[in-house]
């Protein structure tokens, strides 16, 4: 299994938006939930946004209403379009495919399957 594939993300002033890809690989796309985590500096791993493979969505509080995680079968990726970036958003960017959604909502992630991260700086 090769891993996933991140890319898009920088140094942005707070305010400013930045889309993040992740590539999946595999012939199995439209029938994977993926997500992002990430993780601020000195901090653990935390859920961003994931998304079931039938396009169901689910958001962490602190990003509602100004990230969006979505998919693109043709391209087997998917994005993270943030907006209104914060100081607090700052962290390193990990995608996460293959992952379980439960009943409740909450998303397992794939402890195999992670991408190797990318960093997000934003600036105030």
């Known amino acids: 299994q090769v891993q996933p594939m991140e890319s898009g993300g920088g140094l942005v002033q707070a305010g400013g938006s930045l889309r993040l890809s992740c590539q999946a690989s595999g012939n199995d796309f439209s029938r994977i939930s993926m997500a992002w985590y990430r993780q601020p500096p000195g901090k653990e791993r935390e859920l961003v946004a994931a998304?079931?493979?039938?396009?169901?969505?689910k958001y962490a509080d602190s990003v509602k209403g100004r990230f969006t995680i979505s998919r693109d079968g043709a391209k087997n990726t998917v994005y993270l379009q943030m907006n209104s970036l914060k100081d607090e958003d700052t962290a390193v960017y990990y995608c996460n495919t293959r992952g379980t959604f439960i009943n409740s909502g909450r998303y397992f992630p794939n402890l195999r399957s992670w991408g190797q991260g990318t960093q997000v700086t934003v600036s105030s």
């Open positions: 998304i079931h493979f039938t396009g169901g969505t």
